[in-house]
């Protein structure tokens, strides 16, 4: 196992962390444990899935690796072990979502390219599968998804997938890139929440 399955592991938890924070933090829901958990659940694995149907890797990462349920559950058990500390950080959700789309990006882009697509579509599917879960999480607790927000979000992933497509080209460590893309990601992000950056709206003419 390379660090890049650690890498992988390590998103899966922080997304269930996002999701769970975010079902917890929904005061107007009926959050019991399982709602909590499902929603954590599906926002770690949601855009891995729809990645591996694209790609057609059956069965899906989920089903075939126990270290991934394992991942989705540390990150239940964090998130209902320090609930207080954690939503009383102000940043805790964006926090765990920014680290979860960076090591998702860049997860995907890699697993896209060894699966033999071509690199535009490998930038596609590693943002999806950095945001879908967010999408889904969103959704299930009636928020706007962040991609239809002014926030720069998807934007962020399609850099570091990009920058990660341009480093395998020139042949650098596999480690090092997908440290680098993931940080890239989370740094583009925070710097776009701290400025209040966002791209053009796009409005049809009346």
Not at 49 to 64: A, K
Request: proline share 3%; net charge positive.
């Amino acid at each position: 196992m390379d660090l890049a399955y650690y890498f992988n592991l390590a998103g899966v938890t922080v997304f269930a962390v996002s999701g769970a924070l975010a079902a917890a933090e929904k005061k107007t829901h009926h959050n019991d444990a399982f709602s909590v958990f499902f929603t954590g659940f599906i926002t770690a694995i949601g855009g891995g899935t729809l990645r591996d149907i694209t790609l057609g890797n059956y069965p899906v990462s989920w089903v075939s690796d126990s270290n991934v349920l394992w991942a989705i559950f540390i990150g239940f058990v964090i998130t209902i072990v320090f609930p207080r500390y954690l939503l009383k950080m102000k940043t805790g959700i964006f926090l765990f979502d920014t680290i979860g789309i960076g090591i998702y990006t860049v997860i995907g882009t890699r697993i896209s390219l060894l699966a033999g697509v071509n690199p535009f579509a490998a930038a596609i599917l590693g943002m999806i599968s950095a945001v879908f879960g967010g999408v889904i999480r969103d959704t299930l607790i009636n928020e706007v998804p962040m991609i239809f927000r002014k926030e720069i979000y998807a934007t962020a992933c399609l850099v570091g997938a990009i920058l990660y497509i341009f480093l395998e080209r020139l042949q650098v460590n596999a480690e090092i890139n997908t440290a680098v893309s993931a940080f890239a990601v989370i740094l583009v992000r925070i710097i776009a929440v701290r400025f209040n950056l966002s791209l053009p709206k796009f409005r049809l003419p009346e």
